[in-house]
Structure formats: C-alpha cells, structure tokens
T-cell receptor, first 114, second 115 residues
Framework: AQSVTQLDSQVPVFEEAPVELRCNYS??????LFWYVQYPNQGLQLLLK??????LVESINGFEAEFNKSQTSFHLRKPSVHISDTAEYFC????????????FGTGTKLQVIP | GAGVSQSPSNKVTEKGKDVELRCDPI?????LYWYRQSLGQGLEFLIY????????KSGLPSDRFSAERTGGSVSTLTIQRTQQEDSAVYLC?????????????FGPGTRLTVT
C-alpha cells in the first residue's frame, strides 16, 4: 500500500518570499510522484511530475520539486512567490506498472500575502 | 469538448433521496476515476474504470454508492438514500493510455449538498 503525507495544511507566505511545501510518501515499490494545484474556484490540474530520469523537475511557472528516494520526499519549492500562486497544492503518488491507483495527500493551502 | 465535464455543477437534495452525478471524460481516454473531496479531507478515491469495467471499487464508502461506465466514455455515479455525510465535491478524472496514463485530467466537480 502507498500513502502520502503533507505535513502542513496551511502555509502563509509574503509575496516575493521563498516557499517550500512538504510531501513525504510511503511505498514498498518504485513510485511516480506528482504535484497538482487547485486555484480558487477551479479544478485540479497537474503542476509537475516525476516519472524517471532527473530527480529535479520543474513547472512552467517557476515551481520545482526534487525526488529524494532516501528521505522518501518530494517537496515543492519556489524561490519567489506571487499573489497568483495562492491555491491549494496536492501531492500524489502512484506505482509503476499495472493499475496505477493514485493516492493524494490532504493538500496544503498556500496563501500569499501582499 | 476539450476537457472533462461534469454535471450538474451543483446539486442540493434532501436526505433520503437518490442522486446521479455524470462525468464526460476526454474523448479517447481509457481510464476514469471518481474522487470525493471533503473540507479538510483531501481527495478520497472512490472507484476506477478501465474501459467499462471497474477493477477497483475499494473506495466506495457503502453499498449506497454505485457507478457505471458505458461505451468506454460517460460514467454515472449514483448515491442512493443520501445522507448528510455524503455532502462533498465529487470529482471525476480521466487519463489516456501509454505514458499519458500517469497524468489525470480533472473535471470541475459536482458540489453535492444533502439537507
């Protein structure tokens, strides 16, 4: 069985400050990892994903996440946040091969303060 | 349309009534998922379809919940004898085959309120 833990339910941060949203996972097999974002009054959309290759993955809007197998983590970071980054962020995990059931974390609400 | 659509967008029903929620996945997407999103609970997996079959129904919370998919396309989630604890946003997602199966495309959701 796989699981995802997002330790912070809410993260307030001032505009232009850096932010890190934490995600830890548990799985007995190889995993694929994702961050999804849900902007206010919008549906979930994929932000970035790690399937294989480079452990550092980036999104088009400046977020990045690093797959750390030894620490079973996939933390999301941005060096300078913007008001428009205010949203809820969900970490998700699935396993390779066969049926890819995706397990989501409980989400972290990022509130960017002007 | 280009994305996943769900209907209705909002549904208010009285306790004890049955409701049907509809999901239209992206054309050609073979896999379809239903989730429930409650306040502070994240996304709760309900059921997964591959084509018209449902190999994983493990997330359905009770036998009041059922779902079907026809023609490898539209899916309907039915909740019988609704209870107040069923109030939530119900989300549908679909994925394509091959390497695209790892990326889920979500619909806007149906907000269900049981009074």
């Amino acid at each position: 069985a796989q699981s995802v833990t997002q330790l912070d339910s809410q993260v307030p941060v001032f505009e232009e400050a850096p932010v890190e949203l934490r995600c830890n996972y548990s799985s007995s097999v190889s995993v694929y990892l994702f961050w999804y974002v849900q902007y206010p009054n919008q549906g979930l959309q994929l932000l970035l994903k790690y399937l294989s290759g480079s452990t550092l993955v980036e999104s088009i809007n400046g977020f990045e996440a690093e797959f750390n197998k030894s620490q079973t983590s996939f933390h999301l970071r941005k060096p300078s946040v913007h008001i428009s980054d205010t949203a809820e962020y969900f970490c998700a995990v699935t396993t390779s091969g066969g049926y890819q059931k995706v397990t989501f974390g409980t989400g972290t609400k990022l509130q960017v303060i002007p | 349309g280009a994305g996943v659509s769900q209907s209705p967008s909002n549904k208010v029903t009285e306790k004890g009534k049955d409701v049907e929620l509809r999901c239209d996945p992206i054309s050609g997407h073979t896999a379809l998922y239903w989730y429930r999103q409650s306040l502070g609970q994240g996304l709760e997996f309900l059921i997964y379809f591959q084509g018209n079959s449902a190999p994983d129904k493990s997330g359905l919370p009770s036998d009041r919940f059922s779902a079907e998919r026809t023609g490898g396309s539209v899916s309907t989630l039915t909740i019988q004898r609704t209870q107040q604890e069923d109030s939530a946003v119900y989300l549908c997602a679909s994925t394509s085959a091959g390497t695209g199966r790892y990326e889920q495309y979500f619909g806007p959701g149906t907000r269900l309120t049981v009074t």
